[in-house]
């Protein structure tokens, strides 16, 4: 039976249907394959996983062997253990249950089958990437994504802008998988197969002719592409341009996850790789960090999100570069319940304002949309860290493990992971004030036509939220530690494993406190804020102009090069100019020549006799 | 002198009158027919060789050459009227203009 190979097939399955025939088959035909196959797909990873927990073995299913190179052969196998089990069941679920909500969000778009079709597509790649037992075939998944992502930013691509970030985060995540194929480079020519668990076992069982801190930083750099890392972060806010859905399928739960997952997947070779994990930790911490400062002064509902996110996905690469595998994936796991809940919160909101986007113009929704708020509430709750939320003990034991791992966990980290966290705790009940509470601040039409939106949206969100507040009660760190095993703790930190659960508390009541304060009655006080450090403000809202600097570092320089050197000299002097030379090469001798043609008969017949006495002469010499 | 030189010199000096002719005659009339001139000089040493070397494939070669002589003829003296009609002249400069 190939359970695994149907998991994978069935999205692919509802791509082709409602990609080929969406429109004829009207929006409910469109809208029960586009979200049964994905169930189904669900339902088949639920009796899997029973089965796994039943016999304990990794599965393996050879669905085809691609290529064969002498002795070594390229074949499409899935692997499904336990951590590919559970993003396999995040990947379903969670991607189920925004298939659900889209169903709601997009009624009222012309492309609605098309929109249905490019998500089942994402899920199959999504699925790919998940359960490749080799990195070739996550590679492939790994691309996959990133087109559906490209197609699904791009989705109303009339608008220029969108198509713009659409290709935006297509190229930028190319700069990253020239890293990745970079490190499969070396692995392959290492070890002679790029299988991972083989790979681990490789690694775990000696030397090995490669190191793998480059192998490591190779591939750390397809995951900052792929997971909105600095450098490679600047995409995912722009990515925001696609339907909100999409935003928290692709942008918040599943596909930016895939470096998160790529590098636990791969721990046994960064277990033996400190330099290049203490990168990780220290690019992910520098991420949350940035992320979380440009986060507090965006006023776009889905760009705080979107900072956010990226700042989150920070959170989860420090537990990363200290070792703290399952943690990463712990939080990977609760940060997609609450960040998908967040994201169709907001696309209710959008939903209900016909549009708005900007939180400046919202205010006093928790009353008009109360589902939408107390859902929206709860996943807040949960990303702030308030007790006992999910996101709470994702995010203690990640700052448990940036202290106290022996594999570089350090009071400077902690501190700049707590700090982070505050800050997370204040923007996020800050974007929560500005939307539901205070006084409203809406256009007096958009105001009117304020509604709640439809069951299948709500329904979705009330699942989620719950998911939002129970999550952080699986025990994922203790569920993989077959797999990848929680780095040992610092002895001399061992006292102050509690008061960090206090630190913790702390930094999101603080947090929610604080944004309660500021952003409370008139907002007065954020205005003499902004006023105060207009300077800091406008670097913060500025995004630290990191775009601005690609663009004056990258761009220009790349567009003088292609213009000055290849086109005006490459193309126009030298291509060109050659061809034009020999062209009026042969226009001059032409010229020359035409002189001859007086149209006289006299001369001409006078130069044939000198021609044909001039070769006569010749013959008869060479005869 | 045997005969097949004597009548090699006589094809010589038929090419050569009919080449000089073209070349300083100004009557297109003329130099036409001392165009003819060369064509049948060149048909005589044809002729001459061939019983020479007592094959057919020269003689068979002057009847293609006749054919295709007269052919040019036919369309040569036609063309030479039309210009006449146009120009009121003989003389083959004053077609110069006809170089394109």
Same mark, same amino acid.
């Given at each position: 039976?190939?359970?695994?190979?149907?998991?994978?097939?069935?999205?692919?399955?509802?791509?082709?249907?409602?990609?080929?025939?969406?429109? #004829?088959?009207?929006? #409910?035909?469109?809208?029960?394959?586009?979200?049964?196959? !994905?169930?189904?797909?669900? /339902?088949?990873?639920?009796?899997?996983?029973?089965?796994?927990?039943?016999?304990?073995?990794?599965?393996?299913?050879?669905?085809?062997?691609?290529?064969?190179?002498? %002795?070594?052969?390229?074949?499409?196998?899935?692997?499904?253990?336990?951590?590919?089990? +559970?993003?396999?069941?995040?990947?379903?679920?969670?991607?189920?249950?925004?298939?659900?909500?889209?169903?709601?969000?997009? %009624?009222?778009?012309?492309?609605?089958?098309?929109?249905?079709?490019? @998500?089942?597509?994402?899920?199959?790649?999504?699925?790919?990437?998940?359960?490749?037992?080799?990195?070739?075939?996550?590679?492939?998944?790994?691309?996959?994504?990133?087109?559906?992502?490209?197609?699904?930013?791009?989705?109303?691509?009339?608008? !220029?802008?969108? *198509? #713009?970030?659409?290709?935006?985060?297509?190229?930028?995540?190319?700069?990253?998988?020239?890293?990745?194929?970079?490190?499969?480079?070396?692995?392959?020519?290492?070890?002679?197969?790029?299988?991972?668990?083989?790979?681990?076992?490789?690694?775990?069982?000696?030397?090995?002719?490669?190191?793998?801190?480059?192998?490591?930083?190779?591939?750390?750099?397809?995951?900052?592409?792929?997971?909105?890392?600095?450098?490679?972060?600047?995409?995912?806010?722009?990515?925001?341009?696609?339907?909100?859905?999409?935003?928290?399928?692709?942008?918040?739960?599943?596909?930016?996850?895939?470096? +998160?997952?790529?590098?636990?997947? =791969?721990?046994?070779?960064?277990?033996?790789?400190?330099?290049?994990?203490?990168?990780?930790?220290?690019?992910?911490?520098?991420?949350?960090?940035?992320?979380?400062?440009?986060?507090?002064?965006?006023?776009?509902?889905?760009?705080?999100? *979107?900072?956010?996110?990226?700042?989150?996905?920070?959170?989860?690469?420090?537990? &990363?570069?200290?070792?703290?595998?399952?943690?990463?994936?712990?939080?990977?796991?609760?940060?997609?319940?609450?960040?998908?809940?967040?994201?169709?919160?907001?696309?209710?909101?959008?939903?209900?304002?016909?549009?708005?986007?900007?939180?400046?113009?919202?205010?006093?929704?928790?009353?008009?949309?109360?589902?939408?708020?107390?859902?929206?509430?709860?996943?807040?709750?949960?990303?702030?860290?308030?007790? !006992?939320?999910?996101?709470?003990?994702?995010?203690?034991?990640?700052?448990?493990? /940036?202290?106290?791992?022996?594999?570089?966990?350090?009071?400077?980290?902690?501190?700049?992971?707590?700090?982070?966290?505050?800050?997370?705790?204040?923007?996020?009940?800050?974007?929560?004030?500005?939307?539901?509470?205070?006084?409203?601040?809406?256009?007096?039409?958009?105001?009117?036509?304020?509604?709640?939106?439809?069951?299948?949206?709500?329904?979705?969100?009330?699942?989620?939220?719950?998911? /939002?507040?129970?999550?952080?009660?699986?025990?994922?760190?203790?569920?993989?530690?077959?797999?990848?095993?929680?780095?040992?703790?610092?002895?001399?930190?061992?006292?102050?494993? +509690?008061?960090?659960?206090?630190?913790?508390?702390?930094?999101?009541?603080?947090? @929610?406190?604080?944004? *309660?304060?500021?952003?409370?009655?008139?907002?007065?006080?954020?205005?003499? &804020?902004?006023?105060?450090?207009?300077?800091?403000?406008?670097?913060?809202?500025?995004?630290?102009?990191?775009?601005? =600097?690609?663009?004056?570092?990258?761009?220009?320089? @790349?567009?003088?090069?292609?213009? %000055?050197?290849?086109?005006?000299?490459?193309?126009?002097?030298?291509?060109?100019?050659?061809?034009?030379?020999?062209?009026?090469?042969?226009?001059?001798?032409?010229?020359?020549?035409?002189?001859?043609?007086?149209?006289?008969?006299?001369?001409? +017949?006078?130069?044939?006799?000198?021609?044909?006495?001039?070769?006569?002469?010749?013959?008869?010499?060479?005869? | 002198?045997?005969?097949?030189?004597?009548?090699?010199?006589?094809?010589?000096?038929?090419?050569?009158?009919?080449?000089?002719?073209?070349?300083?005659?100004?009557?297109?009339?003329?130099?036409?027919?001392?165009?003819?001139?060369?064509?049948?000089?060149?048909?005589?040493?044809?002729?001459?060789?061939?019983?020479?070397?007592?094959?057919?494939?020269?003689?068979?070669?002057?009847?293609?050459?006749?054919?295709?002589?007269?052919?040019?003829?036919?369309?040569?003296?036609?063309?030479?009227?039309?210009?006449?009609?146009?120009?009121?002249?003989?003389?083959?400069?004053?077609?110069?203009?006809?170089?394109?």
């Amino acid at each position: 039976m190939h359970a695994l190979t149907l998991i994978v097939i069935l999205p692919l399955v509802g791509f082709l249907i409602n990609g080929l025939a969406g429109n #004829k088959l009207g929006q #409910k035909a469109v809208a029960v394959i586009g979200c049964g196959l !994905p169930l189904v797909s669900f /339902a088949i990873t639920v009796s899997m996983f029973m089965l796994l927990m039943q016999t304990g073995e990794a599965r393996i299913e050879t669905v085809y062997t691609w290529a064969t190179f002498g %002795k070594t052969s390229f074949e499409i196998a899935l692997y499904f253990d336990r951590l590919s089990a +559970v993003m396999t069941l995040i990947v379903t679920g969670i991607g189920s249950l925004i298939h659900i909500y889209s169903i709601g969000y997009m %009624k009222e778009d012309a492309s609605f089958a098309r929109f249905f079709a490019y @998500l089942n597509l994402f899920l199959f790649f999504m699925l790919l990437l998940v359960l490749g037992r080799s990195l070739l075939v996550m590679f492939v998944g790994w691309e996959g994504v990133g087109l559906a992502s490209y197609l699904l930013i791009g989705f109303w691509f009339e608008d !220029p802008v969108n *198509a #713009k970030a659409g290709k935006k985060a297509f190229i930028t995540n190319r700069v990253g998988d020239a890293g990745f194929l970079l490190g499969m480079f070396l692995l392959y020519n290492a070890l002679g197969t790029l299988d991972l668990d083989r790979i681990n076992a490789a690694f775990l069982a000696g030397p090995v002719a490669v190191s793998a801190s480059l192998v490591g930083v190779f591939l750390f750099i397809g995951a900052t592409g792929k997971s909105a890392q600095i450098p490679l972060h600047v995409w995912l806010p722009d990515a925001m341009a696609g339907p909100t859905p999409v935003s928290a399928l692709i942008h918040a739960a599943t596909m930016v996850t895939a470096g +998160v997952y790529m590098i636990a997947r =791969l721990n046994g070779l960064y277990l033996h790789a400190p330099e290049a994990s203490t990168l990780v930790a220290w690019v992910g911490a520098a991420t949350a960090f940035f992320a979380a400062t440009v986060a507090i002064v965006q006023t776009d509902i889905k760009k705080v999100l *979107a900072y956010s996110t990226v700042s989150q996905l920070g959170f989860m690469f420090v537990a &990363l570069g200290v070792g703290a595998y399952g943690v990463a994936v712990f939080h990977l796991l609760t940060h997609a319940f609450f960040k998908a809940c967040l994201f169709l919160g907001a696309g209710s909101v959008i939903h209900a304002l016909s549009g708005e986007q900007d939180i400046r113009k919202m205010g006093g929704l928790a009353k008009r949309i109360p589902v939408t708020f107390w859902t929206f509430a709860i996943a807040t709750g949960a990303i702030a860290g308030l007790p !006992p939320l999910s996101g709470f003990f994702s995010k203690d034991e990640i700052l448990w493990f /940036a202290l106290a791992s022996e594999r570089g966990g350090s009071v400077t980290l902690m501190v700049v992971m707590a700090v982070t966290a505050l800050m997370t705790a204040f923007y996020m009940f800050r974007l929560l004030w500005l939307t539901f509470m205070g006084a409203s601040r809406m256009d007096h039409e958009v105001e009117h036509h304020v509604h709640e939106s439809p069951f299948s949206m709500t329904g979705v969100l009330m699942v989620l939220a719950a998911l /939002a507040a129970v999550g952080g009660f699986i025990p994922i760190p203790h569920f993989l530690e077959p797999i990848a095993p929680l780095p040992k703790t610092l002895e001399s930190m061992h006292a102050y494993h +509690v008061p960090l659960v206090g630190l913790a508390i702390a930094m999101g009541v603080v947090g @929610l406190i604080a944004a *309660a304060f500021v952003y409370r009655g008139d907002l007065a006080l954020p205005k003499r &804020l902004r006023e105060r450090f207009s300077g800091l403000h406008a670097l913060l809202s500025g995004k630290y102009f990191i775009d601005e =600097l690609y663009e004056n570092m990258i761009q220009r320089p @790349l567009h003088w090069i292609s213009e %000055k050197v290849f086109l005006d000299f490459g193309d126009r002097r030298l291509f060109d100019g050659t061809l034009n030379g020999m062209a009026s090469m042969a226009n001059a001798s032409g010229g020359v020549l035409a002189r001859v043609q007086t149209g006289s008969l006299h001369l001409y +017949v006078l130069l044939v006799l000198i021609g044909s006495f001039l070769a006569l002469v010749w013959s008869w010499a060479h005869g | 002198m045997d005969k097949a030189q004597l009548l090699l010199s006589l094809a010589v000096a038929m090419f050569a009158i009919g080449m000089v002719g073209v070349i300083i005659r100004r009557n297109v009339l003329v130099m036409l027919m001392c165009m003819e001139l060369m064509l049948n000089g060149v048909n005589l040493s044809l002729v001459t060789f061939a019983h020479q070397s007592g094959t057919t494939v020269g003689a068979v070669l002057v009847f293609l050459i006749f054919v295709v002589a007269t052919a040019e003829i036919a369309i040569a003296i036609p063309i030479v009227l039309m210009l006449v009609k146009r120009k009121h002249t003989l003389d083959p400069h004053a077609y110069t203009d006809l170089k394109g």
